[in-house]
């Protein structure tokens, strides 16, 4: 049975050419760091905002200038500690159906390869035709799934930030 699975996604890559590769390394990136963020906020988060919250209330005095600008330093270094890796998730959503469509653009230039040198031999395009969809499905499909990790990032980094923000009163 685990035999038979492997042997589907072996054909399945191949069928896609080389940029399916390109596609699901840079899908396995992504998800490992999506997973990286949900962790974070299972394990490291409330103890960064603990740290962080106790050393503005430590302070004696918080409201003057130069207080309400440690107050936006604590801030700033929290929400870039909370956003973490986000950007670069972003970036490989964007990527993946960019590589589907460059998978796209090389099956399409076997299929005018083996039009070329078979003279419209109809197995030989239809494999080309087969490595040019493939990756563009798999590109959209892998996007797709970064755009629900994403969204839900997205919500979670956005209150987590403004939650913290809420925490840092200026009152003394």
Request: aromatic content about 10%; hydrophobic content about 45%; glycine content about 6%.
């Amino acid at each position: 049975m685990l035999n038979d699975a492997y042997l589907a996604i072996v054909t399945f890559m191949e069928q896609g050419g080389n940029v399916l590769w390109l596609i699901a390394a840079l899908t396995f990136m992504m998800w490992t760091l999506i997973f990286e963020r949900f962790w974070y906020f299972q394990s490291e988060h409330k103890a960064m905002v603990k740290l962080s919250t106790d050393n503005w209330e430590d302070r004696v005095e918080r409201r003057s200038w130069t207080a309400h600008q440690i107050r936006e330093q604590i801030i700033s270094e929290a929400s870039q500690k909370i956003t973490g890796s986000l950007p670069l998730i972003l970036t490989c959503v964007a990527l993946c159906p960019l590589l589907g469509l460059l998978g796209t653009v090389t099956g399409m230039i076997s299929v005018f390869d083996a039009m070329a040198t078979q003279g419209g031999n109809a197995r030989s395009m239809a494999a080309g035709v087969s490595q040019a969809t493939i990756p563009t499905m798999s590109g959209m499909i892998a996007s797709l799934s970064g755009v629900l990790g994403t969204t839900f990032l997205r919500r979670k980094v956005d209150y987590e930030v403004e939650l913290f923000e809420d925490h840092l009163t200026a009152d003394h």
